[in-house]
């Protein structure tokens, strides 16, 4: 583990003073959450006393009327009548369905002021329009159920789509009132859109539709001239509870099948403002709401939607919804023996989170600014230290790849703690090697000073004994391995000896503009008609002409070397690829063969002076020269080398990114 890493860990040990400032916090969560309950159910109470005492305002339309209920909901924006129901989008109605065979009667509702819109939608065979001389017709009977117990009839009849006018009788006196409406015919039956007075359905509504052919009833669907509930919410019992609904609580008044009759919100309270989204969530991880059942809306299309609340009376129910919480109570409401309604209070948990932010902010943020003043120091101090380290790594890493000539010197040298104690250690380690390097440098060179001599004698004495002497073929023998020795050892010296007079004149060769391709392309030529017995294949993946500045001879010279290198260690009849790519900023040649894997150990040394890897003696004199030229080579070019093993074999790549600059001319191939 590193050293931020560390005292980053130490540091979050300092964390125990906000932690124990948490647990105090929980429990003073915990009360304020029974406080809640309390509010709650005395919100509720009072909302309670106040509706018994105006029974007489909740009319029990339920138990004038019979079946299910129709519920209107109040419109956003002025409906227009017009047969489509693209202005019944939002808030979308519940719909009354009635099915008889294939025929299917589609109601829904809505009020805006005091007009009742009502959604007709018909689904059938085909559409029997009221024309002069048909003899098969349809039409709906609508009836309306006042509070006066007054009754209202309309006829719904027409002789084609558009809009049509509806004539009503009310009550005793035959008075005619004449309403707008819309009938449009669609592929499945029919739809239509109807305006009336409000008034005349607040205590039920019955629709007829019925189908006559030869003037007799033949097909009758709908609620058989029985009035069903029409509800909505109402304004007034809205306006008689707000006055005790407390702040940041909601309460509901539903009938006994869960229609929402009337809606009240509290005002908000001044902690009731949105705050930090992760001071929320803490405070709510206080609460520890995860093992409370999800909270999901309670009304869709204004009807209750979780029946079971209530059976819960007056039993306070916590509910999480993501990271907060919400509080519902249930209390019953009884207008008269035979009906019931039911009063539900809700109030959000962020409510209760916010009255408990602002001593926890006090105590959060405290213990927060001395952790983070403490960490930071630490985290600081951390980073200096890494910063000497890396500077240490860095430095004595780039010696160990001989980048540069060692100085004598590491960074942190002059420092009295154990990084300089360190530092030094390492100045000593890389002095030796440094000294090792300079040995091995000039090896070659001493070796090849103190043989030729005694080389030379040697030779000499080989040539004086086969001069007018007459030997047996045992003799001839002898002197003949001497011969070959003496000539292996010639091969050395000249290796050797080749390394130092290419460091020597290396200033002395000239720039020169070639195409790379062309040059890859004769020598690849050149090195099979050297080696026939090898496969040589010269793979161009540039698709344009190189045109680049370099020194070729040099370059001729290092290939020659790689070559040489992958013939020895190639495969029989394998191939050996000089591979030539590109990309925008830099060229590479590559050669490759198939054989014998490098050491990953020796990947990066193996370009070193005296290093070889040759496992087998050979008739060559390899003394591990050769990819030293070759590194001698890039870097006067000031390229990089690298060998690598894949795809069964090895690579040797040499890159030109920064001295063998293109040649702006670029010709297409």
């Not at 027409?158 to 005619?176: E, I, K, N, P, V």
């Not at 030539?580 to 193996?606: A, C, F, H």
């Not at 040759?614 to 006067?636: C, D, N, Q």
Request: charge should be negative; hydrophobic fraction near 40%.
């Amino acid at each position: 583990m590193k050293l931020k890493k560390q005292l980053l860990f130490i540091s979050i040990l300092m964390l125990g003073l906000p932690w124990a400032g948490c647990q105090s916090m929980q429990e003073i969560t915990q009360v304020l959450a029974r406080s809640q309950e309390n509010l709650l159910e005395n919100t509720l109470s009072a909302a309670s006393l106040v509706l018994s005492n105006q029974n007489e305002t909740i009319t029990s339309r339920h138990h004038h009327t019979l079946g299910p209920a129709i519920y209107a909901v109040p419109a956003q924006d002025q409906i227009q009548l017009d047969g489509y129901q693209n202005d019944w989008q939002q808030p979308i109605p519940p719909h009354y369905k009635l099915e008889q065979g294939q025929r299917e009667l589609d109601i829904a509702a809505q009020y805006r002021d005091d007009y009742l819109y009502l959604w007709i939608a018909t689904r059938t065979d085909h559409n029997r329009f009221a024309r002069p001389g048909s003899s098969e017709w349809e039409q709906f009977t609508l009836k309306g159920l006042s509070n006066q117990a007054q009754i209202s009839e309309y006829t719904l009849t027409t002789s084609g789509s558009g809009q049509f006018y509806l004539s009503s009788t009310a009550g005793s006196d035959h008075t005619r009132y004449r309403h707008l409406g819309y009938w449009r015919e669609t592929e499945q039956g029919a739809q239509i859109e109807l305006k009336l007075p409000l008034k005349q359905f607040n205590q039920g509504l019955s629709l007829d539709w019925q189908i006559y052919q030869n003037n007799k009833q033949a097909f009758n669907l709908g609620t058989q001239n029985t009035f069903r509930p029409l509800l909505h919410q109402d304004d007034q019992i809205t306006q008689m509870l707000a006055p005790v609904i407390q702040q940041g609580i909601e309460v509901y008044l539903v009938d006994q099948q869960g229609w929402l009759l009337s809606q009240v919100t509290g005002k908000r309270i001044k902690n009731d403002t949105p705050g930090f989204w992760l001071m929320e969530k803490i405070y709510a991880w206080l609460l520890d709401t995860s093992a409370l059942p999800e909270w999901r809306p309670l009304f869709e299309r204004s009807q209750l939607v979780y029946p079971q609340f209530i059976s819960q009376f007056q039993q306070a129910t916590w509910f999480r919804e993501g990271y907060r919480s919400h509080l519902l109570m249930v209390q019953p409401l009884q207008i008269d023996p035979t009906t019931t309604h039911y009063l539900l209070a809700t109030q959000r948990g962020e409510v209760l989170i916010r009255l408990a932010g602002s001593a926890f902010n006090r105590l959060f943020f405290i213990s927060l600014f001395a952790f983070v003043i403490t960490a930071g120091g630490l985290f600081a101090y951390a980073s200096w230290l890494t910063w000497r380290i890396n500077k240490l790594s860095a430095s004595a890493l780039q010696q160990l790849q001989q980048e540069t000539e060692f100085s004598g010197e590491l960074p942190l040298n002059a420092s009295k703690d154990e990084l300089g104690s360190l530092s030094r250690s390492f100045s000593q380690l890389l002095a030796l090697k440094q000294q090792q390097t300079d040995y091995l440098s000039s090896l070659a060179a001493k070796l090849s000073h103190e043989i030729r001599t005694p080389l030379a004698v040697i030779r000499s004495s080989i040539d004086n004994l086969t001069q007018g002497q007459h030997l047996d073929e045992e003799q001839t023998t002898y002197i003949q391995r001497a011969s070959n020795g003496c000539i292996r050892l010639s091969q050395m010296i000249t290796a050797m000896s080749e390394a130092k007079r290419l460091e020597q004149s290396l200033n002395d060769f000239e720039l020169d503009t070639v195409s790379l391709n062309d040059m890859l392309q004769e020598l690849s030529t050149a090195y099979q008609h050297t080696w026939p017995s090898q496969s040589f294949v010269f793979i161009d993946q540039t698709n344009r002409q190189i045109i680049a500045e370099i020194y070729p001879e040099l370059l001729v010279q290092a290939l020659d070397k790689l070559i040489d290198n992958a013939i020895d260690f190639a495969e029989p009849n394998s191939k050996i690829e000089l591979i030539l790519s590109d990309n925008e900023l830099d060229w590479q040649i590559d050669v490759y063969n198939q054989g014998s894997s490098i050491p990953e150990k020796m990947t990066r040394t193996i370009f070193d002076s005296l290093v070889s890897v040759r496992s087998t003696p050979t008739e060559k004199a390899h003394l591990g020269l050769g990819l030293f030229i070759v590194s001698m080579i890039m870097k006067h070019h000031k390229g990089t080398f690298s060998a690598k093993n894949t795809r069964q074999g090895v690579a040797f790549s040499l890159n030109f990114a920064h001295f063998s600059r293109l040649i702006p001319k670029r010709l297409d191939k």
